[in-house]
């Protein structure tokens, strides 16, 4: 093949695959929605937050099993619902110390493990129009307190969104407070 006909074929082949000059495309309009101008208007683009039931399984070393028994105590397990306030004046004045709209709290004994369910009917859901995002869960288990004062557990603090938590098993393992102090 000599120079000419190599030179036409390769020209004929770019021009059949495309790969000539294009001209630009002209602009559409989007349809996308615009950007939003304000926060408040950025809030209203937020989901609706998620409100479902949460499972939670709590496990007791031996160890935590036995200061239990020993002490007639049962195991305290407390759900808290919140949430970050949106920029309203009345939403900011309804956040707490901790900057959250608290939304509800679920409180239940155990008499050892076991698996606990919340029902998502403590959440305060007038206050739902006050927050931004997801609802916020926070898991914290201790021992009930009801023959001695003193916290006999360690356990480790969960905090997830709830929709998060609604999807899962919220799995909480303590031991005892004596195991992780020596």
């Not at 036409?8 to 059949?16: E, N, P």
């Not at 349809?31 to 683009?45: F, I, Q, W, Y």
């Not at 009801?146 to 997830?160: H, I, Q, R, V």
């Amino acid at each position: 093949m000599n120079k000419k006909t190599f030179t036409a074929a390769l020209i004929a082949a770019l021009v059949v695959t495309g790969c000539a000059r294009r001209e630009e495309e002209p602009e559409t309009p989007a349809t996308e929605t615009p950007a939003p101008t304000s926060e408040a208007e950025a809030e209203k683009l937020v989901p609706k937050a998620t409100i479902a039931p949460v499972n939670v399984q709590v496990t007791l070393s031996p160890q935590a099993e036995a200061a239990l028994k020993a002490k007639s105590e049962k195991v305290l397990v407390v759900a808290t619902y919140s949430g970050d306030p949106s920029a309203s004046e009345q939403a900011q004045k309804m956040a707490d110390a901790s900057g959250m709209i608290k939304l509800g709290e679920n409180k239940q004994t155990l008499d050892g493990a076991g698996s606990i369910t919340f029902e998502d009917d403590v959440i305060d859901k007038s206050r739902l129009e006050f927050i931004v995002g997801e609802v916020q869960l926070t898991v914290n288990v201790t021992s009930s307190k009801t023959s001695t004062p003193d916290n006999l557990l360690a356990c480790p603090f969960y905090w997830k969104t709830l929709a998060e938590a609604s999807q899962e098993k919220v799995l909480i393992t303590c031991k005892a407070l004596s195991e992780v102090q020596q």
